[in-house]
């Protein structure tokens, strides 16, 4: 029983990097820019495409296909302010409503979703594992590909917590967040700061999607499901809170995982469902949050 | 007579004549995607009453579609009940629905309320997958039959739901606009949409007008999911997938936010083009939407509404209230 | 120096500002008073590029600064110290003056004037790692003027700096910015506390309705039966 659970523990870890590689990108979209990127899964899936024309139809190595992969992305998501969300910006102001930027980034995602139904097609794509083998622990046997993802993943969150604490760009993001007035006062200029934060939370995405790709398949909707339970996750963790997020990505993987011993796996879902529906009733600010509904 | 009344006038002998269109040309699929376009064309100003015109914007929308398609479905088939009786059942039932998800929607906002909305549809969307012993699980309901005491020629039985539909449809936007445009309703809404908190403190009791948005919205998107399922005949769980609410709100977009008629319009004609097309392929159409949404929401806010209604001088700038400003 | 005219500024279809004119001269002390609702505030945001104007023309050096935004006004040589929520109150002092120099391009850069802005303010060298919105009224006041002189500015434009500060801290600010004043800085203050303003002050500019009003030494407005007796509540004669 407690190797069960420790084996389930394990795997809510491996899919906790992945969530909040995710989840973490796409609160600091929110904290920077007030936005909710419903397209963040397009990018995700992206990213998983990425890897498959690297791997499969290039032929290339999986290190040089992650990295590509993660890059493709992040030019992708470099392009999103300036193209759509500036214009939108300058003609309403930046205190437009909220749900305008929500219906533009939906439209963007049904966009997307559907142009890389129309190009790639429907089927499920394979893609082989980056590392082959695994770690044999007494218990449970974890495969190579987890393992790259706790040990990338942890080390892509610790890279981006890093430079958002030191590096000048880093500090001017987070300026950004707090104080758009004074970061502007201090001569930081907030649109290269808003295209660079979408960028880089894009690449968290695909880097993430690139990934999981070996164990989830590459499909045009395979992102979907994770930008939901990543809402769920935000809004546990408090929407604009970065360490909140990541904490909410461990909690709601590690519930997922243990929940199979006790609920049907059809069900699994409903967690991250459930506990954003809790939370907001409960507790709109998370755990972590300040910005109030 | 006046610039208005020949306005309005030649409004309603294009309207009249666009709906009778179809009936006289009778051919199977026109009849078939005009009905679908009705049917959507009501789930849009049932959606755009909520959130466009009251500014509750749900990203769930496709969960009350859903829950009013299977109670009819599930009524019909289970206890024999007439399509009167199912429709009217979707309708109240989903009503009621509404009016709970209302309550804890009341304290959200913005990003929030549509977060929590779109749980909402996803849980709706989970239910219907899971549960198979009442709604057939993935693969759904098909044999509840249609609307009662229609004939069985198909044709015929064709033109008589066209009837129906384009009926109670219209009769749901009437109502909806005579709500908006006739009674303290509109005004409350509207306020609520612009400034809830100058809202209340002028005493308009945001409460209650928001609970009876949702639950008008509600009834009307069940009613438009009963339709559905008494044409269609079919109903399954995409029908409350994220991908339909997100349809529904292109269509609203397309067609104008918060005018609640420019949805209705918006679907009619983004759903007969899209259908109409579906011979380039059936994706194009869905990018087609998001395209729509995307261009339209940055360039042209107002939809199809607002190019109609020209305005001379520059809308305004939604910029931080004056006082806030001054010194 | 910074010459500004017949500008006019709105948000939305709301007119606050009306050919408005001003000008500070270098290592001038100007200040801006009125009644609330003038404009003042609405008038140094315009300056620095929160408020783009619809007619006149903003100088500075000979520059035009019109249509420009903040972060590229300030690298005229402009500092701008807000009324309130000056700093990053989620980062440290340190911080707060690191970014401060952000405009010198890298960190290592900054290094050195940060330095010297420890220099001139000791008390934010011990308070170096702590949490700026911990600070005193007064002490992020402070650090939010200390954080403009990073980049060396030739003129600081200042809103409200005595806002919500009790008398103690008032003398300390205004003590700081003569002294900021003597080493060559031009100020241009917007205040509500017209006693302060118009003792620190060489000249001064008066708002009403976002008009001019009036304008003219200090030494002359303090004389003036009418400033008296309408910002001062003083009885003439």
Known sequence: ?293 | MSGLRVRTLAIAVLAAAGLAAPLVWSHPFVLHVAIQALIWALFAASWDLLSGYTGQVSFGHAGFFSIGAYTAAILTKVAGLSSWLGMTAALLLCALVGLCVGFPALRLRGHYLALVTLGFGEIVQLIATNCENLTGGPFGMHDYGTFTGLPSDPLAQRQDAYVLVAAIALAGLAIMLTLTRRTNAGPAFRAIREDQILAGSLGIDTTYYKLLAFTLSAGFAGLAGALYAYYIQLVSPTVGSAAASALVIGMAVFGGIGTIWGPFLGALLLYSITEGLRFIGVVYNLIAVGAVMVVFVIFVPRGLAGIRLHRRGRQQRADRPAADAAS | MLAVEGVSAAYGRLEILHKVSLDVGPGEIVGIIGPNGAGKSTLLKTIFGYLPPFEGSVRFAGDTLAGLSPDRVMRQGIGYVAQAGGVFADMSVHENLVLGGYSLGSRRAATAAIERVYAQFPLFRARAHQRAGSLSGGEQRALAVARTLVVKPRLIILDEPSAALAPRFIDEIYATLAALNRSGIALLIVEQNVRRILDAAHRIVVLDMGRNAFAGASAELRQSDRIRRLYLGEDAG
């Open chain 1, 1 to 293: 029983m407690v190797e069960e659970i420790l084996e389930f523990l394990i795997l809510g870890l491996v899919l906790g990097g992945i969530y909040a590689l995710f989840a973490v990108g796409l609160t600091l979209i929110f904290g920077v820019l007030d936005i909710v990127n419903v397209a963040h899964g397009e990018f995700f899936a992206i990213g998983g495409y990425a890897l498959y024309v690297a791997m499969v139809v290039l032929g290339l190595s999986p290190a040089v296909g992650l990295v590509l992969a993660t890059a493709v992305v992040f030019a992708l998501g470099l392009v999103v302010y300036p193209l759509l969300i500036a214009p939108l910006q300058k003609r309403l102001g930046r205190r437009a409503p909220g749900p305008l930027f929500l219906v533009l980034t939906l439209g963007l995602s049904a966009l997307m979703q559907n142009s890389l139904l129309a190009a790639a097609g429907g089927e499920y794509l394979k893609v082989p594992p980056a590392v082959k083998g695994g770690l044999d622990l007494s218990f449970t046997f974890v495969s190579g590909q987890r393992l790259l993802i706790l040990i990338v993943a942890s080390l892509g969150l610790a890279a981006l917590f890093l430079f958002l604490r030191f590096h000048r760009q880093g500090m001017a993001i987070r300026a950004v967040a707090q104080n758009p007035a004074a970061a502007q006062s201090v001569g930081i200029p907030l649109g290269r700061i808003f295209t660079l934060t979408i960028g880089l939370a894009c690449a968290l995405a695909g880097l993430a999607g690139g990934l999981i790709a070996p164990l989830f398949s590459v499909y045009p909707a395979v992102g979907f499901t994770l930008t939901i339970k990543a809402f769920a996750i935000t809004i546990l963790g408090g929407m604009g809170n970065l360490l909140g997020a990541l904490v909410a990505s461990l909690i709601i993987a590690t519930v997922e995982a243990l929940s199979v011993l006790v609920i049907p796996s059809e069900w699994q879902n409903a967690i991250a469902f459930g506990t954003m529906i809790l939370v907001l009733l409960v507790r709109p600010s998370g755990l972590f949050g300040k910005k109030q509904p």
